[in-house]
């Protein structure tokens, strides 16, 4: 079992940062992939970047340059510096956890997921 809690989340506005953490506790920490999805309202979980377990990442290609994903397993912890942001990437993110090596895109690979922490971004 993993358990992960995400923070980090709150109010910015349009152009400013954010910095979201996610803690790991239980299972291999540095067997897992991290992943940070986000779901808007009324909308499916959307992935946006990934830290792999073998130290690599993964980003949707909209992202890259925006956002930059890291992990430290010596904290058992992975963080999601978002930069620039903009209104529509008002969500609650989400991490998630998998010990499998499928695309790490695919939410339905992931079986431990946090609550989320909520992201607003003003215009």
């Known amino acids: 079992q993993v358990q992960l809690v995400e923070s980090g989340g709150g109010l910015v506005q349009a152009g400013g940062s954010l910095r979201l953490s996610c803690a790991a506790s239980g299972g291999t920490f540095s067997r897992v992939t991290i992943a940070w999805f986000r779901q808007a309202p009324g909308k499916e979980h959307e992935f946006v970047a990934a830290?792999?377990?073998?130290?690599?990442?993964y980003y949707t290609d909209f992202m890259k340059g925006r956002f930059t994903v890291s992990r430290d397993d010596a904290k058992s912890a992975v963080y999601l510096q978002m930069n620039s942001l903009k209104p529509e990437d008002t969500a609650i993110y989400l991490c998630?956890?998998?010990?499998?090596?499928?695309?790490?895109?695919?939410?339905?690979?992931?079986?431990?997921w946090g609550q989320g922490t909520q992201v607003t971004v003003s215009s």
């Open positions: 998630a956890a998998t010990y499998s090596r499928s695309s790490p895109r695919d939410s339905d690979e992931f079986g431990y």
């Open positions: 830290a792999l377990w073998n130290g690599g990442t």
